[in-house]
């Protein structure tokens, strides 16, 4: 049942030191030998960056401004856009904080999260409370380091693994890299020492035959190769012969790592939160097509320098690498260019890298429903209205259905209440907050005006053979996706659960058109894995907190969802 009133939660604030003393600690507050670990050279920061986060780093001692600093700059680079990773996990404004976590620290009634102030102040309120949480706890080690990895990914990893999982290691040395290099900076009361500055290290380019893609990859590579045209399977294969030959525990001179050989600054950069790491093999190879269409993407302008341009971009980590000029003004990237394209040739006439035309997701799914193939929907003459009042006009904030109609930014949609046409009632989330890992999704009374679990982001997550965008659905409170029992296709009648967002999983959803009720469509929300519909047990059942489950798609049922945003209501 429904549900005690949230109790609200009082931020401990410490005595407010004095602008001079903080500029002091600022450099005083490096890690224990600052050149431990090499600096990470970051975007110029403004005056008047420098006083919010000189103001904001007062929230408590373990914050200083060029530790914040270090978190703005793996989140949006100081542009007030949050880069690929963060936005693709819906992350937003300068710190990339996610919408629960804002609703959470918003600093002031109205506050805007696009506004710099507004959102490296609940940055550090949040990271505030993760060391107090981390006290409590009385775990052993860098609290600031251990806050940033709970930031990154949850306490509930940081207590389990008792120190910075794996899975928020290479987010916790970029920040800290990047907090060294701003600490070193005069405007933060630094030297302005440019000495532990690491320069670039091209790859070394060994041009030797090609190796066929180990049977273990080929699926990875095939997958990776299908989220743009300008990277296919033969491309990705090329590029990882080329850098790490496809060893998954090669370690670069300049720390790539891992058989894509990403810099840990890429990969906090491009990679969505996830427990994968650069060494996870088959999740790297998957990592490694979703970066490069991405940085592919940024670079644009060049035309057919385009791949190019962003290989060596990749290679960098930095933004030395803008144009072709600058390819070509390094005799590594360039045989590095041509080593790619000449071993492209040749795995393209590997017909295990063809990319299939029918919609295979996931190697582990079999859309092979028990069932039969569902039956198409047929709008009823009259639908029935519901007792939720639609939104008055045309929208166009829908998630597209097909890839082709998307915007190609890979941005997350939403946040949406899903509300079921036959029951009248929202996809939910038992109690209030986020919900624990692997616990039930259920239907309950839409709740737009009260401060509840009921909003989901779709996330894209893959293009399958028919062109369809296909998306995780991500809660918004917990950050977990909706989950089916075990790998591959879920059988009928499988219960949906809520845990951690995995690829190759049967995790990834499509949207169908089914009815439409005035101004609101209405959508079978399909499972790729199994190809059956989100369903609520019964028949339009209106029981509340029933566990939501899959079902062969049928019309005139209880299969009908429409996508509702808060302001909509």
């Keep these: 049942m429904k549900r005690p009133t949230p109790g609200g939660r009082k931020l401990v604030m410490v005595t407010v030191l004095g602008l001079a003393a903080l500029i002091t600690l600022a450099a005083s507050a490096r890690p224990d030998s600052a050149y431990a670990v090499p600096a990470l ?85 949040g990271m505030c409370d993760l060391v107090g949480q981390l006290r409590v706890v009385n775990l052993a080690g860098d609290q600031w380091r251990l806050a940033l990895a709970a930031h990154r990914v949850g306490m509930a990893p940081v207590i389990q693994a008792a120190t910075v999982p794996a899975g928020a290691r290479e987010y916790v040395d970029t920040v800290e890299r990047y907090a060294v290099w701003y600490a070193l900076q005069p405007q933060f009361g630094g030297s302005g020492d440019p000495a532990p500055v690491s320069s ?21 590579v095939v997958e990776a190769g299908r989220f743009c045209a300008a990277v296919p399977p033969a491309r990705i294969a090329a ?27 890429i990969w906090v950069r491009y990679v969505p939160q996830t427990t994968s790491t650069p060494w996870s093999g088959v999740a790297a190879v998957r990592a490694l097509g979703t970066t490069m269409c991405a940085m592919v993407k940024e670079q644009a302008k060049q035309g057919k320098a385009a791949y190019p341009v962003a290989l060596a971009a990749f290679q960098r980590g930095d933004a030395s690498v803008r144009t072709k000029a600058d390819v070509a003004a390094s005799k590594s990237l360039t045989a590095l260019v041509a080593l790619v394209a000449r071993y492209e040739g040749e795995y393209a006439k590997d017909a295990r890298l063809a990319v299939p035309g029918a919609p295979k997701p996931i190697a582990s799914a079999k859309p092979a429903p028990s069932a039969g193939k569902p039956t198409e929907p047929a709008k009823p003459n009259a639908p029935k209205p519901t007792k939720t009042k639609a939104p008055a006009s045309e ?8 890839a082709a109609d998307g915007d190609g930014s890979g941005r997350v949609y939403g946040a949406y209440f899903i509300h079921n046409l036959g029951t009248d009632l929202c996809m939910d989330i038992p109690n209030f907050g986020a919900g624990p890992r692997d616990g039930k999704v259920t239907q309950f009374t839409c709740q737009p005006k009260t401060v509840d679990n009921q909003e989901f982001s779709f996330v894209p997550s893959f293009v399958d053979g028919d062109g ?102």
């Design 41 to 125: 050279p970051g975007t110029e920061v403004s005056d008047a960056d420098l006083g919010i986060l000189v103001e904001a780093a007062k929230s408590c001692p373990a914050l200083t401004p060029a530790r914040l600093a270090g978190q703005v700059m793996a989140a949006s680079q100081f542009s007030g856009d949050p880069v690929h990773a963060v936005s693709a996990a819906g992350g937003r404004g300068p710190a990339g904080l996610t919408p629960q976590t804002w609703r959470k620290w918003a600093p002031w009634q109205n506050a805007k999260q696009t506004d710099n102030k507004a959102s490296i102040v609940a940055l550090a309120h």
């Design 395 to 402: 929208r166009s904030n829908q998630p597209p259905i097909k």
């Design 468 to 569: 369809n965008q296909l998306y995780w659905i991500r809660n918004i409170d917990s950050g977990y996706c909706l989950d089916l029992p075990g790998l591959g296709a879920p059988a009928d009648g499988s219960r949906l659960v809520e845990t951690g967002c995995f690829q190759n999983d049967n995790q990834d959803w499509r949207l169908q058109k089914s009815v439409k009720v005035g101004k609101i469509q209405y959508y079978w929300i399909r499972n790729a894995a199994s190809g059956y519909c989100l369903d609520v047990p019964g028949n339009a059942d209106a029981a509340k907190d029933i566990q939501l489950a899959l079902s062969p798609c049928r019309a005139k049922n209880d299969h009908d969802w429409s996508l509702i945003q808060k302001s909509e209501w």
């Design 239 to 265: 590029q990882i012969m080329a850098t790490s030959a496809f060893d998954a525990q090669k370690l670069g001179p300049a720390g790539q790592q891992g058989i894509g050989q990403f810099l840990p600054q």
């Design 200 to 220: 670039p290290t091209d790859p070394e380019v060994v041009d030797v035959p090609a190796l066929p893609v180990p049977d273990q990859y080929v699926a990875a």
